[in-house]
């Protein structure tokens, strides 16, 4: 089965646990890295093309506002086809209780039908949030697993917790 590992993360200023932290790579991006060791999976990043700022406080306020809006950022680029993937791993932060709006963008780009849909989240607390059920609501007739929260400020040390769960869902 071909797999495909689609995600969003954001570097740059972030929240660990009670402060503030800058960081080269984003937690989510640090476990999708974790995973593509794991099951050899293609890996395609999910950039919109005006990202958010640096600064924590600033990204979240318009993170909040464009999920407040049902946005739909646009994005710099799309895979040309996911015809040839089976599996899907879906990962994002988890903001305000779902999916960053970025990936509702490439959700919403494509036909997912007869696909299987693995998500897996990073958080400091919220978990996978309501994210699972809005990827059911944006993919018809795909094949929805249980989603895998990682806590953000230890998705680095998360590849045990990324094996359990392939073999689990898979």
């Known amino acids: 089965m071909a797999a495909l590992i689609a995600y969003f993360s954001r570097a740059d200023q972030n929240y660990f646990g009670?402060?503030?932290k800058?960081?080269?790579?984003?937690?989510?991006?640090?476990?999708?890295?974790?995973l593509e060791k794991i099951t050899g999976a293609d890996m395609f990043k999910i950039e919109p093309v005006q990202?958010?700022?640096?600064?924590?406080?600033t990204c979240?306020?318009?993170?909040?506002?464009?999920?407040?809006?049902n946005a739909r950022p646009e994005l710099t680029h799309y895979p040309e086809s996911i015809g040839q993937y089976d599996v899907?791993?879906?990962?994002?932060?988890?903001?305000?209780?779902?999916?960053?709006?970025?990936?509702?963008?490439?959700?919403?780009?494509f036909d997912f039908r007869g696909k299987t849909i693995c998500p897996f989240c990073t958080h400091e607390g919220s978990g996978?949030?309501?994210?699972?059920?809005?990827?059911?609501?944006?993919?018809?007739?795909a094949d929805i697993r249980k989603g895998l929260a990682i806590q953000g400020s230890h998705a680095a040390q998360a590849e045990n917790e990324l094996k359990k769960w392939v073999e689990k869902e898979n």
Not at 22 to 34: C, K, L, Y
Not at 88 to 109: D, R, S
Request: hydrophobic letters at 30%; a neutral charge.
């Open 51 to 57: 990202p958010y700022s640096k600064d924590y406080n």
């Open 22 to 34: 800058n960081i080269s790579v984003g937690n989510t991006e640090q476990a999708a890295r974790i």
């Open 88 to 109: 899907i791993y879906l990962g994002y932060p988890n903001y305000w209780g779902t999916m960053p709006m970025q990936v509702f963008t490439f959700l919403e780009h």
């Open 18 to 20: 009670g402060t503030l």
């Open 128 to 141: 996978m949030g309501r994210s699972e059920a809005d990827i059911k609501k944006l993919c018809p007739g």
């Open 60 to 69: 979240i306020s318009q993170a909040q506002e464009d999920q407040r809006r």
